[in-house]
């Protein structure tokens, strides 16, 4: 069974863009959740998608936002790209919603702001 | 304010020896953690987890233990081979927000032939 595929895997973008990621979860797996990698702050929740809606958000500033679509596909968007969000963005699946979910993790896709 | 530690950057350890990844958390709302492996420029590999009712949870070679009075678990692979060598994050979850994990800093295992 295919795992988690982010797309791209790696772009540049210049300050002040903004940036669309996809991700296409496992065959059913209804969640979709988004981290960010940086060398400083480590491995960060973003948000996470069931069932189209956000269910959870992390403590990141407006210009980070997602979707989720029926077919349980997600993208991310990261508006007016500031250096500091030069990161890996990393997206993980899981079935649904209950105790024993294992989170599995994309390749994910490098990001660098210039 | 960081409620899951993994207070040793690193670790070293021989070919065929125990390795044993620690990691602290401060959060009592955790109630599943979860073992990761990684690689640069790859995503997380799930290892293997353990839920708080358990103390103890086995696969292969990758053992995990709960301390839940400690706030405290490990991994222990045994036996170490060299294709172990990577960063390995422990994560902490709460059953009623799933997906959301929060993780440790990491340590970087080599181990060595």
């Known amino acids: 069974k295919a795992g ?7 772009l540049i973008k210049t300050r002040g863009q903004q940036v669309t990621l996809s991700c296409s979860p496992i065959s059913g797996h209804r969640s979709v959740s988004w981290y ?12 996470e ?18 979707r989720q679509f029926s077919n ?20 993980a699946s899981t079935p649904g919603v209950g105790r024993g979910n294992t989170i599995y993790f994309g390749e994910g896709s490098w990001l660098t702001v210039v | 304010d960081q409620q899951v530690k993994q207070n040793s950057p690193s670790l070293s350890v021989q070919e065929g020896r125990i390795s ?27 290892l293997i987890s353990i839920s708080s009712i358990k103390d103890k949870n086995e696969d ?49 295992l080599q181990v060595m032939l």
């Open chain 1, 72 to 91: 349980s596909r997600s993208e991310m968007n990261v508006s007016t790209l500031e250096l500091g969000d030069s990161a890996l963005y990393l997206c």
């Open chain 2, 20 to 46: 044993i990844l620690n990691c602290d958390y401060t959060n009592s709302m955790f109630d599943y953690f979860l073992w990761y492996k990684k690689y640069p420029a790859e995503g997380p590999t799930f």
């Open chain 2, 60 to 108: 292969g070679r990758f053992t995990v233990f709960l301390n839940k009075s400690a706030k405290h678990l490990s991994l222990h692979i045994v036996p170490s081979q060299p294709g172990d060598s990577a960063v390995y994050f422990c994560a902490a979850g709460n059953t009623g927000t799933a997906s959301k994990l929060t993780f440790g800093t990491g340590t970087r």
């Open chain 1, 36 to 47: 960010q990698q940086t060398p400083g702050q480590g491995l960060q929740f973003l948000f």
């Open chain 1, 4 to 10: 988690v595929t982010q797309t791209p895997r790696y």
């Open chain 1, 49 to 66: 998608y069931f069932s189209e809606t956000q269910r959870n958000k992390g403590n990141f500033p407006g210009r980070f936002s997602g």
